[in-house]
């Protein structure tokens, strides 16, 4: 079966600084997506980047980048010149290619501190 | 903006009660999920449906049970509530789509309804 670790429960970064949150998985499959994924207090979850296995390119969305490496099955996030605005817990998050249905796999989440 | 709302932020029961989570989407798509998050645990699968009346468990769907009569509503039901189903809920949707786009799907999700059982 599929799983996805964050080992970061915690991090705090400086605004304006750049932070990395770490996420690995494990899978026989060779054909996936990963996602990470945002949730601010008021709790609404919502997309930041996504990332297509088959791609060896790096997403990367404005000050929010991926750093993808397949073979380790590592996927971390980062993000450069740090807000106040994305202090939030954030999910590393899996799907299969193959997939019907489009159900994800969880990580434990990381919660992100932004101190002014 | 598609919007997924649940009915109701903060929800107290007692041990059980029958409780209900209600769910609806406003963008038509065919896929609904339903979560529960715990702290150090992330978000874990109850349900999920990928269209009118058909549903399929999730990896975590002993106590609860769900209902999709209609396309855009989605709802939760706990049987008989019991304290360890305290938690936060979510609901979220997703757009329908070849089995590859599917799973490059963003899902959309509710803000959540924080269920306590006493």
């Known amino acids: 079966a599929q799983t996805v670790t964050q080992s970061q429960p915690e991090m705090s970064v400086q605004e304006a600084e750049t932070v990395t949150l770490s996420c690995t998985y494990d899978?026989?499959?060779?054909?996936?997506?990963l996602f990470w994924y945002k949730q601010p207090p008021s709790r609404q979850m919502i997309l930041v980047i996504r990332q297509e296995a088959y791609k060896q390119q790096n997403a990367t969305e404005n000050r929010f980048s991926v750093n993808f490496q397949k073979a380790a099955k590592s996927f971390s996030l980062k993000i450069s010149d740090s807000q106040l605005g994305d202090a939030a817990m954030y999910f590393c998050?899996?799907?299969?290619?193959?997939?019907?249905?489009?159900?994800?796999?969880f990580g434990q989440g990381t919660t992100l501190q932004v101190k002014p | 903006d598609v919007k997924v709302t649940q009915s109701s932020r903060y929800l107290v029961k007692r041990t059980g009660e029958k409780v209900f989570l209600e769910c609806v989407q406003d963008m038509d798509h065919e896929n609904m999920f339903w979560y529960r998050q715990d702290p150090g645990l992330g978000l874990r699968l109850i349900y999920f449906s990928y269209d009118v009346k058909m549903k399929e468990k999730g990896d975590i769907p002993e106590g609860y049970s769900v209902s999709r009569e209609k396309k855009e509503r989605f709802s939760l039901i706990l049987e008989s509530a019991s304290t360890n189903q305290t938690s936060m809920y979510l609901c979220a949707s997703s757009s329908p789509g070849t089995a590859t786009e599917l799973s490059n799907q963003p899902q959309h999700f509710g803000d959540g309804t924080r269920l306590s059982i006493l």
């Open positions: 998050a899996y799907n299969r290619g193959s997939s019907n249905t489009g159900k994800l796999i």
């Open positions: 899978t026989s499959e060779s054909d996936y997506y």
